[in-house]
């Protein structure tokens, strides 16, 4: 008795793990439609943009394709570098907001 009611048990368990890893993949699994794809090309991004003085500021800029929609300040998202201080980005790199 003791034998079939461990047995039982066990098979309830595997297969609650099994409808669960089932439903999770059915309830997550996402296609594509138009309108996400639309949506895809509005997105946001933060960059440091730095003047002369090697004085940087973060900002977040949001695209829409490939044209800037808003390029807005982050508040304490500074940095302030020595003269001798090279920018590692290439010059395409520092310039480009969008695309």
């Not at 066990?10 to 609650?16: F, G, N």
């Not at 439903?23 to 997105?43: A, Q």
């Not at 943009?49 to 982050?74: G, H, M, N, P, R």
Request: glycine content about 4%; aromatic content about 10%; some cysteine.
């Amino acid at each position: 008795m003791k034998k079939t009611s461990i047995a039982i048990i066990i098979l309830l368990i595997v297969l609650a793990i099994i409808i669960f890893f089932y439903i999770n993949n059915t309830i997550t699994g996402k296609t594509i439609e138009e309108d996400e794809y639309d949506s895809l090309k509005n997105y946001s991004y933060t960059k440091a943009i730095c003047d002369k003085t090697k004085f940087c500021q973060d900002y977040e800029i949001k695209c829409q394709d490939k044209e800037v929609i808003s390029v807005v300040a982050l508040t304490g998202a500074v940095a302030q570098f020595s003269p001798d201080w090279e920018d590692p980005r290439s010059e395409d790199e520092r310039d480009r907001l969008c695309g």
